[in-house]
């Protein structure tokens, strides 16, 4: 499949801003039950989800270029019950709400009590708040991830594993961002933000190699012999029946030669896991505040090349007759 910058762009960004978000609620659930620190609440809940709605709106407005028809955009909701893309429409925002909603109560310092805990804690509404954006945002990665998972023709990504990555990999940069952002918003709490971020870096390591392993396995299921029925072992395409390039050799496949995929692929583990875990353990041991913000930096840029790559891998069935051309 060909890669587009937007839609890249879109599943990057948000990725960063869910997880991101995610950091923030866990510290407030672990500061309930006096397992953290509690931080300010406008320097650390307030401004860190204003930087989370940046990234989910820049999200948004890189999805528009994606579109030919923008001022449509909003048929792309209608949908709901058979789309996932529709779905996602309409998480997207709905979630953006929420955490405004968290960020606008912390600010305002707006926290009635709706309960108490046996351990004497009180449940107030940013909790409540917290919760509800907790759920649509594993909504939202269900969703974003299953408009390829849900595709059976592309086995690359018809696979649970295109859901456990997208909430893993965003799940790593939001933690990544969340360490950079404690350095000056909340310094105690560097040391539990860097843990997380290395251990759901790890794993999103483990789940995006299992990924990669089982994608080297797959073997097509259908050559040009079984799509024409001739058994012949030397069946050759000379042409595709045109004179040049199409919309299904432009759309269908990345373009890109074998050097580049390689390069790709060996590249992006580096960047948006290996290089990042250093920098952060370089943080941590020397207390260098501009580690972390290389490693979400150099994260950022990683998991771009591995979006890349993952619309990039997918084998569309029709490039078996468009392959003289690609």
């Not at 997380?196 to 990924?211: C, N, P, Q, V, Y």
């Not at 353990?281 to 979006?307: C, H, I, K, N």
Request: charged fraction near 10%.
């Amino acid at each position: 499949m060909r890669p587009t910058l937007s839609v890249i762009l879109l599943t990057t960004l948000i990725g960063a801003g869910q997880g991101l978000f995610l950091a923030l609620y866990s510290v407030q659930l672990y500061a309930l039950f006096h397992l953290l620190p509690a931080p300010d609440a406008r320097a650390f809940y307030a401004a860190g989800s204003l930087l989370a709605l940046l990234l989910l709106a820049a999200g948004l407005t890189a999805s528009f270029f994606h579109l030919g028809h923008p001022e449509r955009a909003w048929r792309a909701a209608t949908q709901w019950r058979t789309s996932w893309l529709s779905r996602e429409v309409i998480v997207l925002p709905a979630l953006m709400g929420s955490v405004c909603l968290f960020g606008a109560a912390h600010w305002i310092d707006w926290r009635p009590a709706l309960a108490s805990l046996p351990s004497g804690a009180l449940v107030d509404v940013t909790l409540l708040l917290g919760a509800l954006a907790t759920v649509l945002t594993f909504a939202l990665f269900l969703c974003s991830a299953m408009i390829y998972a849900c595709l059976p023709f592309l086995r690359e990504w018809h696979s649970p594993l295109t859901v456990l990555n997208f909430i893993l990999l965003g799940g790593a940069s939001g933690f990544t961002l969340a360490t950079a952002f404690a350095v000056q918003a909340a310094p105690p709490l560097v040391g539990f933000l860097a843990g997380w971020a290395l251990i759901i870096t790890g794993l999103g390591l483990a789940a995006r190699l299992w990924s990669l392993i089982r994608n080297y396995r797959l073997r097509p299921r259908s050559t040009i012999q079984t799509a024409i029925g001739v058994k012949h072992p030397k069946v050759v395409q000379k042409s595709q029946g045109a004179m040049g390039g199409s919309f299904n050799t432009r759309e269908f496949f990345h373009g890109a030669s074998p050097s580049t995929m390689r390069s790709v692929l060996w590249g992006f583990p580096l960047l948006a896991f290996a290089l990042p875990a250093a920098l952060v353990s370089v943080g941590l041991a020397s207390d260098l505040p501009a580690a972390f913000v290389a490693a979400f930096a150099t994260q950022f840029v990683g998991l771009l090349g591995e979006r890349w790559f993952f619309f990039a891998q997918a084998h569309h069935p029709q490039n078996l007759y468009y392959q003289s051309i690609s």
